[in-house]
């Protein structure tokens, strides 16, 4: 008998406004082949309109609701 699994895909939303911290993010979960999506924002204005669904972040299908927001240190 065989079982299949299936792996959850976590949505993140990661806050930071450092490209390069963001790709160092980025680049972390893909060598941790963790199965996620990543959507990322600059600015706290801007994560909380994706939060609230607001222009430009109105369509769930490309902008899912996050399960984890990551936020850069000050």
Known sequence: MTTATTERVIN????????DHADLVERCFRHGNIASAINRVRLGAE??????????FADRAEHPYPDVILLDNP
């Open 12 to 19: 993140y939303l990661l806050v930071e406004d450092n490209d």
């Open 47 to 56: 994560c909380l309109a994706y939060l609230a669904g607001d222009a430009p």
